[in-house]
């Protein structure tokens, strides 16, 4: 029986510049970084406190690959992220100059802002109701 989803692949260009954005612009948790070959590694990063699920940061390896970086959804959001405190984060990002696609709005499911990751991603970040 599955318990719970662990992992998500997020492509990216540059595993340094990833794990730098992850961590100090949105502030989530390197939880692992390990060389598996000289051009790839294992790295999951994750919002502070994550339980279960986590990001794996894969750098993209050929043109099909790099041509994802940024548009995994073709142009819909990717990825959701939970707050118990939205009005602080969403302060905290336009501190570290995220890129807010659309201000803090509120809707039956709760509260939430739309932004982009590093890379173009769409993400929501929910406070809910």
Not at 26 to 50: I, N, Q
Request: charged share 25%; with cysteine.
């Amino acid at each position: 029986m599955i318990k719970h989803l662990a992992h998500v692949t997020l492509l990216v260009d540059d595993y340094d510049r990833a794990i730098e954005y992850y961590r100090h612009t949105l502030h989530f948790t390197l939880l692992e970084d390990t060389v598996l070959s000289p051009t790839k590694r294992w790295v999951l990063v994750a919002p502070k406190g994550a339980k279960e699920c986590s990001i794996l940061l894969a750098k993209a390896t050929d043109d099909e690959q790099r041509s994802r970086i940024g548009n995994q959804t073709g142009g819909r959001v990717f990825m959701f992220l939970y707050s118990d405190n939205l009005q602080r984060d969403y302060q905290t990002y336009l501190d570290n100059k995220v890129r807010i696609v659309e201000p803090p709005r509120k809707e039956s499911y709760g509260t939430v802002f739309v932004f982009k990751d590093l890379y173009g991603n769409l993400w929501d970040m929910i406070e809910p109701a």
